[in-house]
């Protein structure tokens, strides 16, 4: 009898533990299913494919090349040859950087000797910060020659602008370094806005 007590309390004990874990795995499909669908009824439209930028070998342009061809660079789910026709294909054919690129046989070894060597040509900071302060003296130098007064403001301070963000894009801040950008800044102004 107590034989028969124990097999009928096991049964039920077996049981419990089945429905306790059939109701974990429902509760788990339930919620996996629920955050899917909410994130699917935020968004009703479909968002446009990102074309990879290509680089030309304009070290202006790196930065930008750069910070989108990162999230493949740091990617570890990608092997590395993999990653090097992604860096053949994001490059402007019979450019520079192509020519830096295709230097390299397009191996997983070499894949990041090709990334060190287009940063080290293309992507220093200090070779950047250089030529947009470059930029900044080139448009000092043409607004001398042209005349303060025939000065396209809205353009001037579009152009400017560009310069500033690139060089804040780089560590070069307003404040650490506004003692020298603020008067290259003032000279590409019209004397009339200088006087206002």
Known sequence: ?????????FCLLRSTEISIELCSQIEQ?????????????KRKFKLPKIELKKFDGDAKNYLSFWSQFRKIHEDTSIPNEDKFQYLLQA???????????ESFPATAD???KAIS?????????DLLVQIYVRDLLSMVMKNAATGRSKTDLPALYDELEAKIRALES???????YGDFLS???ESCLPEE???A
């Open 117 to 125: 060597q287009l940063q080290e040509r293309f992507g220093r900071n």
């Open 29 to 41: 499909l339930y919620l996996k299913d629920s955050s899917t669908k909410d994130f699917s009824e």
């Open 170 to 176: 780089l560590g070069r801040t307003q404040e650490k």
């Open 1 to 9: 009898m107590p034989n028969r007590h124990m097999k009928k309390t």
């Open 91 to 101: 490059v402007v054919p019979k450019s520079k950087a192509a020519r830096v690129v």
């Open 193 to 195: 806005v200088l006087v």
């Open 183 to 185: 008067p290259l800044v």
């Open 110 to 112: 070499n894949y990041q």
